[in-house]
């Protein structure tokens, strides 16, 4: 039984730090990719951040400079670290695993495609950290 159970969030103010974590318990291929998104009140859920089987790392244009996305060596862990937050990050943030290696893991390619899309080929979502930032 796979699980992924985010932590982390919280109330911070503009310029504030928080780091985010996702718990991965369960079997599954932890080689492909995973990735953080979130979804602000009133609008779609976009993607942030993702990490390739080869730890190759995409940006969200939006937050390039101020978040890195990081797991540990057994993968068991996947961390979104936020520096400089502004209002308009504030949002539920979601991690995912397993997304296929058949598909590209990058922010460009995935932003290409519908959230109707590109939601349904992540494996695992976990159900979600608040992140407020005023």
């Known amino acids: 039984h796979v699980q992924l159970v985010e932590s982390g969030g919280g109330s911070v103010q503009e310029g504030g730090s928080l780091r985010l974590s996702c718990a991965i318990s369960?079997?599954?291929?932890?080689?492909?990719?995973m990735g953080w998104f979130r979804q602000a009140p009133g609008k779609e859920r976009e993607e942030v951040a993702t990490?390739?089987?080869?730890?190759?790392?995409t940006y969200a244009d939006s937050v390039k400079g101020r978040f890195t996305i990081s797991r540990d060596n057994a993968r068991n862990t996947l961390i979104l670290q936020m520096a400089s937050l502004k209002t308009e990050d504030t949002g539920m943030y979601y991690c995912?695993?397993?997304?296929?290696?058949?598909?590209?893991?990058?922010?460009?390619?995935?932003?290409?495609?519908?959230?109707?899309?590109?939601?349904?080929?992540?494996?695992?979502w976990g159900q979600g950290t608040q992140v407020t930032v005023s």
């Open positions: 995912a695993a397993d997304l296929p290696s058949v598909f590209d893991c990058s922010i460009t390619a995935l932003g290409a495609m519908s959230p109707d899309t590109v939601y349904p080929l992540f494996g695992y």
């Open positions: 369960g079997d599954f291929n932890r080689k492909n990719c």
């Open positions: 990490i390739h089987r080869s730890d190759e790392t």
